[in-house]
């Protein structure tokens, strides 16, 4: 293996949402960036955010954008995503993570799009796997802003029942709900107001940001404008959002109200992934000794598995503890970093 010990490797994960990097010295970044809208932009942010990791001499990418739709199929996307980054790269050379579990050239991954496409969990995977001592059954917990993954691990490394997103998600693997971007009603179509069932609109005015930010679970951010109205991620603010779910304006409900409803979404939600990972565990070789939580909504993964008696007894491991919560944020870019640097 090379000694790279010298040279700096960048770790990007390219999302539909999200930009995440991190690099050999700990460092990370995300930088908001929805790229169904902006997509022509890319190249000059990825720029910008390399040149804060200099000098590099690999870029190591992974991603789950292709499935944004600024592109007509997924293969489209992964062709655009890794030329717009080898472009950015201006002559750094670019390595492009596979569901295979391997590096390849970026013409490769363009070739083989079906495994490139949504490989980062993957990386985290094979990376966090390591955590398991030899012969243990366990499960790896990521949940960030817009889904949640619940990848088998077995003797050290994953044993997903399927490589592609639509697989992922037939078996329960992959939980299209996150912490932050996903529409409240997505989660449940009914709350209860004065013991009343009461009906949702069925429209994008509120997401989980806002239970979440009325919860005090997530810290509110007054510069945070990616929100379902595009204004401020303040608890003021979700408050209002949260009423439009029901048509009402904020007056017309009681903070206490307000309150219950975020609960009352947030129990759903954690139904939605509670139910998944029974499905998951079953189809485990046998019981978990070990569960890694990971992700930027980690504490939601934390509440999950506190609710399931049957896990009273399994070691957890938070990698945002490990880490810290800006670089486990970008966990995937880590890992990749980490895979780069042994294999490259």
Same mark, same amino acid.
């Given at each position: 293996m090379t000694d790279r010990s010298s040279e700096n490797i960048i770790g990007l994960d390219l999302g539909g949402a999200n930009l995440k990097f991190a690099d050999r010295h700990g460092r990370a970044l995300s930088i908001p960036f929805p790229l169904w809208k902006s997509w022509r932009e890319l190249e000059d942010v990825l720029r910008n955010a390399f040149r804060q990791f200099e000098p590099a001499k690999l870029i190591a990418l992974t991603m789950t954008g292709e499935l944004a739709d600024c592109f007509a199929n997924p293969a489209e996307g992964v062709e655009y995503l890794i030329n717009t980054t080898v472009a950015a790269a201006n002559g750094i050379p670019v390595t492009v993570w596979q569901t295979s579990g391997e590096f390849v050239y970026p013409e490769v991954g363009c070739e083989f799009p079906i495994l490139t496409a949504a490989a980062n969990w993957m990386a985290l995977a094979t990376w966090a796997a390591r955590a398991l001592e030899a012969g243990e059954t366990g499960l790896l917990i990521d949940i960030g802003s817009t889904t949640t993954d619940l990848i088998p691990l077995s003797d050290g490394y994953p044993c997903p029942s399927g490589l592609t997103d639509y697989e992922r998600l037939r078996s329960g693997e992959l939980v299209y709900t996150g912490g932050q971007r996903t529409p409240l009603c997505a989660v449940s179509q009914t709350v209860r107001l004065d013991d009343i069932e009461f009906?949702?609109?069925?429209?994008?005015?509120?997401?989980?940001?806002?239970?979440? !930010?009325?919860?005090?679970e997530i810290p509110g951010n007054s510069s945070d404008f990616n929100t379902a109205d595009g204004r401020p991620a303040d608890i003021n603010h979700a408050r209002q959002r949260l009423a439009r779910m029901v048509c009402a304006g904020e007056h017309q409900l009681s903070e206490s109200q307000l309150t219950e409803m975020a609960l009352q979404f947030k129990e759903s939600q954690q139904r939605l992934i509670t139910r998944q990972l029974r499905r998951v565990m079953k189809s485990l070789p046998s019981h978990p000794q070990q569960i890694i939580l990971s992700g930027s909504c980690e504490f939601i993964g934390r509440s999950v598995v506190k609710a399931c008696p049957e896990l009273?007894?399994?070691?957890?491991?938070?990698?945002?503890?490990?880490?810290?919560?800006? !670089?486990?944020?970008?966990?995937?870019?880590?890992a990749l970093v980490q895979l780069a640097n042994e294999r490259i």
């Open positions: 009906p949702l609109a069925a429209e994008m005015f509120a997401t989980m940001l806002d239970v979440y !930010l009325i919860l005090k009273n007894d399994v070691n957890l491991l938070s990698l945002p503890k490990m880490l810290g919560s800006k !670089l486990a944020s970008a966990a995937c870019a880590h």
